[in-house]
């Protein structure tokens, strides 16, 4: 299974970025973003599940961020809107068949893309 992720890059607060995630032609119940910085945890950003009927956003990005996913072109995408310096991290992609609870747990995913910076500025 081969996701990669595209779309980051340097852009100042309040700005937008669109984060694309080009899957396989295998279908997995959950795609997910996650993001991590130095020294710390890999956080759960957003998933999308079973279809699009289930979607999931962590509290910080609610309202900013939108997750969809496009079944024609076999892609994943993170709409990211209002950026704050906060958002600067690498942002990964995941796909996997976590169960509802588990849906936010990146154990719960064994499918990773390489990862794609996104910086914030002041």
């Known amino acids: 299974v081969q996701l990669q992720a595209s779309g980051g890059g340097l852009v100042q607060a309040g700005g937008s970025l669109r984060l694309t995630c080009a899957t396989s032609i295998r279908t997995f119940r959950s795609y997910a973003w996650f993001r991590q910085v130095p020294g710390k945890e890999r956080e759960f950003v957003a998933a999308?599940?079973?279809?699009?009927?289930?979607?999931y956003y962590t509290d910080s990005v609610k309202g900013r961020f939108t997750i969809s996913r496009d079944n024609a072109k076999n892609t994943v995408v993170l709409e990211m809107n209002s950026l704050k310096p906060e958002d600067t991290a690498v942002y990964y992609c995941?796909?996997?068949?976590?169960?509802?609870?588990?849906?936010?747990?990146?154990?719960?995913?064994?499918?990773w893309g390489q990862g794609t910076q996104v910086t914030v500025s002041s």
């Open positions: 999308i599940m079973d279809g699009s009927s289930k979607i």
């Open positions: 995941a796909a996997g068949n976590p169960i509802v609870s588990s849906v936010r747990a990146s154990e719960a995913y064994r499918n």
